[in-house]
């Protein structure tokens, strides 16, 4: 693996310890695959991501792609798996890649990390690093896929006005109240 | 408002631009958010933050602190609210900066967009990012928050295996098969 997106190898690895706080296996390996998904997509079209993990991987795609969760180009559809799918954002047609177990037999770091079989003491992260770079996308599997109709598009917010009970602006489609005051709130007290 | 976290304004816009693909309002004013949140924080605490939007926010969030989306440290809990909290990891205490509709008379073109008053193509962007420049904290308001237990800490994904029936790694707490294999796969056919 020399490069990763518009990046070598190594400027990646400094690149993703700047955003992510540090060269987690999983944003290695994660490029990789954004890479791998970026290599295969038809030039030129405007497409959306799906990560299946909200683990790790969603920072690799935010990093490689102009996919980001606040631009709304990004959702995290948290299946506990380790894949990600680029598509056409009105089509929904494109390409969905993923580690494939049966390609991990002569990679045991890999193996021992995404199974979860050594904790992160006994992990030897250099060794799982390198292991990374050289398999690169040997480990991969890639199909097509076409995301269901209701993942498509985007729907606004609709009109805002003041929550009778907190005051600030919500979107009146949620209800009489903002949610927070419906009781979804995070903090104590309200 | 001179500087936004480590960036003079005009240098945080570039950034914006970069990361978002545009300069959206959401992540000027959401960056000023940020800073306030920043400047206020006991210094030298490990901090998490919560974003009460899906929308433009949770980028300043990544943008100007060491929480993302794929690191944790950044939950969205989308409540259709334009506010933040950032809180001790350990402890749950914190505080949140929000938009306060009482402090928006004065500044037409910030209290249009938060309300959706205009549409895109009425909006004069110029004006209304320096309005935001020049309001800067002013619009805002900060209290002290405390996080309720079930949004604290982590918790790890557990045991890894192979899905009986796609053959993927899952976590084996979601049950006999993978969450997709159980009909939450975003795609048609699985």
Known sequence: MEHIGRYSFREYLKV???FHGSQAPGLILGGIMVDYALSRIEPGILFDSIC????????AIQLLTPCTIGNGWLKVIDLGLF???LYDKHRGEGLRVFVDPAKLRDWNEI???LYKLKSKKEQDKDR????MEQAGRSVLSLRPIKIKPQYLGRTGKGAIADCPQCGEPYPIRDGALCLAC???????GK
Chains 1, 2 share one sequence.
């Open 128 to 131: 799982l690093l390198a292991q």
């Open 83 to 85: 894949a990600l799918s």
């Open 52 to 59: 299946e993990t909200a683990a790790c991987l969603p920072d």
């Open 111 to 113: 193996s021992d990390w």
């Open 16 to 18: 993703v310890e700047g």
């Open 182 to 188: 419906q009781g979804k709130s995070p903090y104590m």
